[in-house]
């Protein structure tokens, strides 16, 4: 039985006393769908939003990570760090973090080696560009973002990875993949997985889509066979649009 999560991506929102107040109205609202519930505050408001989580089932993850232990390397944060705080949890590849800060496959798989080893789990971003979907390009976007990523790990690590599909051109523009869109795409990833892996490993990891999802559309998406979860932008920074999308992935 592959795990139900909705994880709320909150980017670069909300300030202490705003996590704070939105962390409280969260704790208010009832998961009626027994989904997994992943939130990420900035760095500098994970320790808070851990320690007000805390004896909820509200988990809190980061948004990105670096590749390296310890150091001199200024501004980043490592997984060592993030455990320190009690964050188990991180999401890496997001498309604003590819575009913006160049990050490449080759930097996310060292990303990736480095959560896993610290014991994390890894919430796994990917997804294609609008002019990829028009060129027919979005499968093999997708299948190479993936391999040059993750197929370098056995298949135990999985056990760690979290995937989610996030179409560059449905995040944070109000356009959202169909959900028959986000099936096409979810089975062929599972397709991938089963022939570079096993059947076994495929049907096992959660996939989940991400753009431009809300209470609104949701049901529908999280009905699909393969979809199993989301990660929200714009929708989590409200409790009551957060929990929408969480009970709708019953
Ligand atoms: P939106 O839900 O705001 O489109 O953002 C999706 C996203 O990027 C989640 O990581």
């Known amino acids: 039985m592959r795990q139900k999560i909705v994880a709320g991506n909150w980017k670069m929102n909300k300030n202490l006393a705003e996590t704070k107040a939105l962390i409280s109205d969260l704790k208010a609202e009832e998961n009626t769908s027994g989904a997994r519930v992943i939130i990420t505050p ?13 004896g909820t089932a509200i988990e809190v993850a980061a948004q990105n990570m670096s590749q390296y232990n310890a150091g001199a390397y200024t501004g980043e944060v490592s997984a060592a760090m993030l455990k320190s705080a009690g964050v188990n949890v991180v999401i890496l590849g997001h498309s604003e973090r590819r575009a913006y800060y160049g990050e490449t496959d080759s930097l996310l798989a060292e990303k990736v080696d480095k959560a896993l080893a610290e014991g994390m789990e890894v919430i796994f971003c990917f997804g ?19 391999s040059n990523a993750l197929y370098h790990l056995g298949e135990d690590a999985f056990k760690n990875i979290i995937l989610a599909y996030e179409p560059v051109w449905a995040i944070g523009t109000g356009e959202t993949a169909t959900a028959e869109q986000a099936q096409e795409m979810h089975f ?9 892996y096993s059947a076994a490993l495929a049907e096992s990891v959660s996939i989940l889509y991400g753009g431009s999802c809300k209470p609104s559309n949701a049901e529908e998406i999280f009905s699909k066979e393969d979809v199993d979860g989301g990660l929200i932008g714009g929708a989590s920074l409200k409790a009551a649009d957060f929990f929408g999308v969480v009970n709708a992935n019953k």
């Open 128 to 146: 294609e560009e609008l002019e990829e979907r028009k060129a027919d390009k979005h499968y093999d976007v997708v299948a190479s973002q993936i």
């Open 42 to 54: 900035s760095f500098v408001n994970l320790a808070l939003a851990v320690s007000e989580t805390e």
């Open 188 to 196: 062929f990833i599972r397709k991938t997985l089963a022939d570079k």
